[in-house]
């Protein structure tokens, strides 16, 4: 049974509905045809693992992912020396690196500004911006990457080798090489300054500590890069910290990038706790009562994406 009918089923297991909203990273299976613009083209291997909706793949109704509301999450893995054609979304869509360094273009009709972004750095391609990614590196990437829509479009090539040059591709249009410029966030060329909102690296975020023991450093939302349909925050959990179960009126995800978490739900007086490890996520939906805490031997981080562009609302308190 999918979990959007466990969901309305009021009869259904509590432990069943749960399970139906994990992802598991070790019972899941790359797809390397989930972007129908690379097939026949080699230079743009790369490979989706899908946890919540299709994201930039039209395979949205997939049976082993989750239904997408306000966003979708997936990653993609890149090998060395593969880049992603330049193209637009009406909607945002951000890529945060868990793996390797990679190199963003945004595109300025035949210029482009690249930066590279390593671990836990992050980048929000805005509505309309067009960009492209690329492995310059010496080992493959791996990136989180999640669209501000439950259905987005199809993207819109700007620069794709099926039209232009492969080379000209791999720069993302920029018609010579001397017209890609490496960002630079204290310049005072409007495009830098325009890129510089929307790069966040990890070293730069502040940790803000909860009253309840653990830390919050925000990627998207007040005070970082500027929301739309949703936030992220990565959360640092300590050993032995927990919160008391919360609900919102919208879908939350916690996607585990180190250590373990337990994760519990809670309706009726009914409990069901699950462990998450690296690379495992739970899709908490709408109304739902849940709550986390850390019981492992070391401590644990982990991104949380909620479905609203709004502050934070939930007031966490000590289990």
């Known amino acids: 049974m999918s979990a959007a009918n466990l969901a309305q089923t009021p009869s259904a297991d509590l432990a069943e509905q749960m399970q139906a909203y994990i992802g598991r990273y070790t019972e899941k299976t790359f797809d390397w045809d989930a972007f129908p613009g690379s097939r026949g083209y080699p230079d743009l291997e790369r490979a989706q693992l899908r946890y919540v909706g299709g994201g930039g793949s039209p395979k949205a109704n997939d049976p082993a992912t989750l239904k997408a509301e306000n966003f979708t999450f997936s990653l993609v893995h890149q090998p060395v020396g593969k880049f992603a054609a330049s193209h637009a979304h009406e909607v ?143 959360i640092h959990l300590p050993r032995g910290v927990a919160v008391q179960p919360y609900s919102r009126d919208v879908e939350d995800v916690y996607f585990v990038l180190e250590g373990a978490i337990t994760v519990g739900w809670e309706e009726n007086g009914q409990v069901v706790e699950r462990r998450l490890g690296a690379r495992d996520l739970i899709f908490n939906p709408a109304g739902r009562a849940h709550y986390f805490r850390n019981d492992g031997a070391t401590d644990a981080q982990f991104s949380m994406v909620v479905g609203s562009p709004q502050p934070e609302t939930v007031s966490f308190k000590a289990a």
């Open 92 to 234: 945002v869509e951000h890529f945060f690196v868990v793996q390797g360094v990679l190199t963003i273009g945004w595109v300025w009709d035949d210029e482009v500004i690249e930066v590279k972004l390593g671990p836990k750095d992050l980048v929000l391609n805005k509505t309309g911006r067009p960009h492209g990614f690329r492995n310059d590196g010496v080992e493959p990437t791996l990136m989180q990457i999640t669209v501000g829509s439950g259905k987005p479009e199809p993207p819109v090539y700007v620069c794709h080798p099926k039209n232009k040059d492969l080379e000209l591709a791999r720069r993302f249009g920029a018609g010579s090489p001397e017209k890609v410029h490496a960002f630079r966030p204290d310049s005072t060329d409007p495009r830098h300054r325009e890129l510089a909102k929307y790069v966040m690296r990890y070293r730069d975020r502040v940790p803000v500590w909860d009253t309840v023991g653990f830390a919050r450093m925000t990627y998207i939302g007040e005070n970082a890069a500027p929301p739309q349909r949703y936030r992220m925050d990565l």
